[in-house]
């Protein structure tokens, strides 16, 4: 595929005007749109729809943008590494985190990797939804749980649980719950996500059944921001079901507490998450190694 057609659709996309586009690469209005019109005949597939007000990518000029991205990255650091040797380290890192785990854990590990790295540069994206890896250009994704898109590789990087936790004044005043059930009539502190308020709280019956069950909590306080949820609970707000990684050191410091730890107990790994199949350059490579030797050293 011709580099200059690449850069002419990337362009087009950019700037959502073929006429834009065209200027910026010497091209008329009409040859601009000629190349682009060549390119989807080339793929078989139409790749922006075209209105009389705008211009934009259809679903599958979407992903065609991503990989040619991808492309014109490796091709610039094939170009830079001729010259620098094939095992430099530079560029952007895209990065998708959980908000409280990237404030409060994985930013300290980003800028130690920085310090090693100073060529590398990052562009963290902090969010408790779930991110489409190939739709919002993500190199490395950090998740909790059970995954269940089979198109990227998982790694655990640290063991983890959901907990249900409270600041000791909170547990002071109200007695805390002694059953899981309980939590329903005390303050809780949701989060929500793209899938609603997280009012499910699941755990099991600490008996020889040992049945998965959850308590649906009623009097809460909600917030999309995980980090919101934990400051709410250390200042006494409410219990919060929280990843025990995320208040590792708030539980460490005693500013907070677990409660229910019998019945609270399946397992919530941290994973990170990479495109399969896919040239790592030394940026991510390395980077994937040195979080996973990092948050070794956590557990």
């Known amino acids: 595929m011709d580099s200059q057609l690449l850069r002419l659709f990337l362009d087009a996309a950019q700037l959502g005007s073929f006429s834009a586009a065209g200027r910026k690469h010497g091209l008329s209005p009409a040859a601009a749109s000629a190349s682009i019109q060549r390119l989807e005949a080339s793929l078989q597939v139409k790749l922006f729809e075209r209105t009389t007000r705008q211009l934009r990518l259809t679903e599958e000029g979407r992903l065609y943008r991503h990989f040619s991205e991808q492309a014109m990255a490796l091709m610039a650091e094939a170009e830079a590494s001729l010259h620098a040797g094939s095992g430099a380290v530079r560029g952007v890192v895209k990065i998708s985190a959980p908000s409280d785990l990237g404030r409060n854990v994985l930013l300290q590990m980003l800028d130690a990797f920085r310090a090693l790295h100073p060529e590398v540069a990052y562009a963290l994206t902090l969010t408790d939804n779930t991110a489409n890896m190939v739709q919002e250009d993500i190199d490395l994704a950090l998740r909790y749980g059970q995954l269940a898109d089979s198109e990227m590789v998982a790694r655990v990087l640290a063991p983890s649980r959901r907990v249900v936790c409270a600041a000791p004044s909170l547990i002071a005043k109200d007695g805390g719950p002694a059953t899981p059930d309980a939590l329903a ?58 990843s025990i990684l995320d208040i590792s050191d708030d539980l460490r410091c005693g500013r907070l507490v677990t409660v229910l730890d019998e019945y609270f107990t399946d397992s919530a790994p941290l994973n990170l998450l990479y495109h399969r199949n896919r040239y790592q350059p030394p940026r991510i490579a390395q980077l994937i190694g040195f979080l996973q030797e990092r948050f070794a050293d956590l557990t």
């Open 185 to 242: 009539c005390l303050p809780t502190l949701v989060l929500v996500t793209e899938r609603g308020p997280m009012q499910e709280w699941r755990y099991r019956s600490n008996d020889e059944a040992d049945e998965r069950l959850s308590v649906r909590v009623r009097r809460t306080q909600q917030s999309n921001d995980g980090e919101v949820i934990r400051k709410w609970a250390i200042a006494g707000q409410g219990y919060a079901y929280k």
